[in-house]
């Protein structure tokens, strides 16, 4: 029997009672600290299925695989499946107090005789193999945890952001915009400084010169740039360029970067 969470849920869990004749090794802990045969089971079969996409490989996160375990603990201890139960943490929250810095987390979980059989179920479920399929995830923790002959299995995905000094964020958006179009970048520390402050602004800007344009934006990514900023510089009107780095001050579970670039004639 198939079974799934309640509508409205955005990431479905199913369980099943069939088995089939293969079994791996599992965990009755919840140590997440190495992964099982049955965890390293499930991470490989998820690689492969995404590896036959052309999609790149997940990472094993042992932040990660620590939350998974956590809320395998509680799915063995409740006997069900579900993304949450009374009085427990909600993913996002329970991915951020294990220390994973994420843009996107998402959640698989099910109730199978074996791990072989967990995975076949996830993939034949629309909203699960979304999940597993889903090119903007790097990284996946898992947990399998054995009670009363049935498996709880948590798989958990992110994308991860890397945590670097705003020096470093700085530096890299300096580098987009260089590739961008003819504009000097101004390194001074007042500059810099200025950048920063703007940053922190929600509107106007810092200093005493009036900057011709100023874009402020948060991205998970240090790759890219919104695309009106490259409008704006392939419009050969600026010449100057600051750039400035800071905190985001919104509280949320989810990591991102902050910037502030000035463009001066």
């Known amino acids: 029997m198939t079974k799934f969470c309640p509508p409205g849920t955005v990431l479905l869990a199913l369980a099943a009672a069939a088995s089939i004749p293969f079994a791996v090794a599992q965990r009755t802990s919840v140590s997440a600290d190495s992964a099982t045969i049955a965890e390293q089971y499930l991470l490989s079969a998820a690689n492969q299925e995404r590896a036959a996409r052309g999609l790149q490989a997940l990472r094993r996160d042992p932040e990660l695989a620590r939350a998974a375990a956590a809320h395998a603990r509680e799915m063995a201890a409740h006997g069900s499946i579900s993304h949450q139960f009374p009085g427990e943490p909600e993913l996002t929250d329970r991915g951020a107090s294990a220390g994973v810095s994420f843009s996107v987390i998402a959640e698989n979980v099910a109730e199978a005789p074996n791990a072989v059989e967990i995975h076949d179920m996830w993939m034949h479920s629309e909203h699960h193999r979304a999940n597993l399929l889903d090119p903007s995830i790097d ?8 009670r009363n002959g049935e498996l709880y299995a948590v798989e958990d995905f992110a994308k991860t952001v890397r945590s670097v000094s705003l020096r470093e964020q700085e530096s890299a958006i300096a580098s987009l915009l260089a590739r961008e179009g003819p504009v000097s ?12 402050e703007t940053c922190t602004m929600p509107t106007g800007y810092a200093g005493t010169s009036k900057p011709w344009f100023v874009m402020r934006f948060t991205s998970d990514s240090l ?22 780095a800071c905190a985001t001050t919104e509280p949320s579970p989810f990591t991102s970067y902050s910037f502030a670039v000035l463009l001066y004639p």
């Open 223 to 244: 790759n890219r740039l919104p695309d009106e900023l490259k409008t704006r510089l392939a419009s050969g009107r600026y010449h100057q360029a600051a750039v400035g």
């Open 185 to 196: 970048l101004a390194t001074v520390p007042e500059a810099v400084s200025v950048a920063r």
């Open 139 to 146: 990284s996946a923790g898992i947990s399998v945890i054995a």
